[in-house]
């Protein structure tokens, strides 16, 4: 059975403190790992993909990285605006079904 | 518009009433699913489908029915609502071809059982 773990649950940063957001996984062949984004009211934004360790993807602020047991969402100089959910998934297999992780509540102070 | 929209946004309901949630996309992807999403437990899966007229259980199935008679469509019901089912729904697709299964998400229902 897939497994995801997201740490810290919470994170407050200051505008302009850069940090990293862990997502640790369990899988039988990984297929891919996913990150969103979820603002408050609304349904989970797709951020990135990652297929295969070693693969790193940016958008804006945010660095996604993958190795073979955990994925990290780099924050640089994040702005109150980044401030959301940051939910990470994983499928493997052949399973069309992705795990989610429960997510990690990030708070940008200005 | 393109992409992948819920009605009703809000719903408030009596316990024992039937009431589905509708989800529609404009992406002719092949996976749609139906998740939950409660404080405590994060996203959970309620049910999925491979494609029209094949639909599957995920962890959460029981008080939920669905169907995929089209591909663009897939509603939620719930034959007789109870308090526990209060929640905020999402609709997601995803295309799930060999290289990409990223799942795409709707705005979400949310709805309360009195």
């Known amino acids: 059975e897939d497994q995801v773990t997201q740490s810290p649950e919470a994170l407050r940063l200051q505008e302009g403190e850069s940090s990293s957001l862990n997502c640790s996984y369990t899988v039988s062949g990984l297929r891919g790992l996913f990150w969103y984004r979820q603002d408050p009211g609304k349904g989970p934004e797709f951020l990135f993909t990652l297929y295969s360790a070693g693969e790193e993807k940016e958008k804006e602020r945010l660095k996604a990285t993958l190795t073979k047991k955990e994925s990290f969402l780099h924050i640089t100089a994040p702005k109150p605006e980044d401030s959301a959910t940051y939910l990470c998934?994983?499928?493997?297999?052949?399973?069309?079904?992705?795990?989610f992780g429960r997510g990690t509540s990030l708070i940008v102070h200005p | 518009d393109a992409g992948i929209t819920q009605s009703p946004r809000y719903k408030i309901t009596e316990t024992g009433r039937q009431v589905t949630l509708m989800c529609h996309q404009t992406w002719s992807h092949s996976y749609m699913f139906w998740y939950r999403q409660d404080l405590g437990h994060g996203l959970r899966l309620i049910y999925y489908s491979a494609a029209a007229d094949i639909t599957d259980k995920g962890e959460v199935p029981d008080g939920y029915v669905v169907s995929r008679s089209k591909t663009e469509n897939f509603p939620l019901t719930l034959e007789s609502a109870t308090r526990s089912q209060t929640s905020v729904y999402f609709c997601?697709?995803?295309?799930?071809?060999?290289?990409?299964?990223?799942?795409?998400f709707g705005p979400g229902t949310r709805l309360t059982v009195l």
């Open positions: 997601a697709s995803s295309e799930s071809d060999s290289r990409t299964d990223t799942q795409y």
């Open positions: 998934a994983v499928s493997s297999g052949g399973s069309y079904i992705p795990t």
